[in-house]
């Protein structure tokens, strides 16, 4: 059969049309895609406005290879209570807070999605997105990260500044409730973990360990620079605590001070549950000062902090 050159042309244009159409539709859904983020994002901005622990930070937003960034600025007023006035509350906000496409003008820290997906799951409440970023070891991946842009110095203050938007930049109810149980849990240290609250001086999770799991088994995890308070409200386990082995059982709670051995086994049938609150991280504590003397020092600001307010009351109250 022949093709004449009038049916080749059609066949070409009918090839280029489908194969534009097809990239357009992808470009289409591209665009969708980056849109639906986008209101993902501000719907967060929105209820961030109103957050009581709202602080003001610059930091970018990475899904995947797309990004935003935020400008937040905490807005606060003191008014003074009390028969005498001696007393100061606040009022909180509406603060100012803004979503920019693209990312900071500036270096900066930055939350960095695995993908779309990991949004959506804390968006939906899947995930707290302190779950999503919690690791064993700085080594591992995590569903979200929290990384410096390149030509930017990550310091102490940007992980506290960090860790206090994080817990609350990613909850938009005004009342924050986290939901534990083993399906909205992440694997850390050997157990199924749902992060409770992070802060950069304590992190507060819940554990779940299943049949014959271990939790802190690794030699490289056993032992920490910082303490441990494991709080067991649910099912029977052993525990290596120091030099000895304990029973482990529902309303009890186990102290574990700084370089002191943990591992916790479940050879029974019903999941071992509990708090677990660590205090400081571990890495503040690998160049030499010990987490006794850390807390020695900020023992001594909580001191000047004192004196500070009080000059700055009395100087308010004789106005």
Same mark, same amino acid.
């Given at each position: ?230 709080? &067991?409200? +649910? !099912?029977?386990?052993?525990?290596? #605590?120091?030099?000895? %082995? *304990? ?37 503040? &504590?690998? +160049? !030499?000062?010990?987490?006794?003397? #850390?807390?020695?020092? %900020? *023992? ?20």
């Amino acid at each position: 059969m022949k093709t004449n050159l009038k049916t080749k042309i059609y066949c070409l244009n009918l090839f280029m049309g489908v194969a534009l159409m097809c990239f357009s539709s992808s470009d289409l859904l591209a665009q969708q895609g980056e849109e639906n983020t986008e209101a993902i994002l501000q719907s967060f901005v929105e209820s961030y406005k109103t957050d009581p622990m709202a602080l003001s930070a610059t930091f970018g937003i990475a899904v995947g290879d797309d990004w935003w960034y935020v400008v937040s600025k905490r807005k606060e007023e003191g008014y003074k209570v009390g028969k005498q006035k001696q007393y100061t509350f606040h009022n909180f906000g509406p603060n100012e807070v803004l979503l920019y496409k693209g990312k900071p003008e500036k270096p900066t820290w930055y939350f960095q999605f695995d993908d779309t997906g990991v949004l959506k799951k804390i968006d939906s409440k899947v995930w707290t997105a302190s779950t999503a970023s919690a690791r064993s070891t700085a080594a591992d991946k995590v569903a979200l990260d929290i990384l410096a842009m390149e030509g930017y110095s990550f310091t102490h203050k940007d992980d506290g500044i960090s860790y206090q938007i994080l817990e609350h930049f990613w909850k938009k109810d005004a009342i924050e409730i986290t939901r534990f149980n083993r399906d909205s849990s992440l694997p850390s240290h050997g157990a199924a973990l749902v992060s409770l609250y992070t802060m950069k001086d304590k992190r507060i999770g819940w554990f779940s360990l299943g049949t014959d799991e271990a939790a802190n088994a690794d030699r490289n995890l056993d032992k920490g620079q910082v303490p441990n308070l494991m709080i &067991f409200t +649910k !099912g029977r386990g052993k525990g290596q #605590f120091g030099d000895g %082995e *304990y029973d482990i059982e529902p309303g009890m709670s186990v102290f574990i001070g700084p370089y002191v051995k943990h591992v916790i086994y479940n050879p029974y049938e019903e999941p071992l549950e509990g708090i677990v609150v660590l205090f400081g991280d571990n890495i503040d &504590f690998a +160049k !030499g000062q010990s987490y006794l003397a #850390f807390l020695e020092e %900020e *023992y001594q600001f909580l001191e000047n902090n004192q004196m500070k307010v009080q000059r700055s009351d009395t100087a308010l109250n004789e106005q």
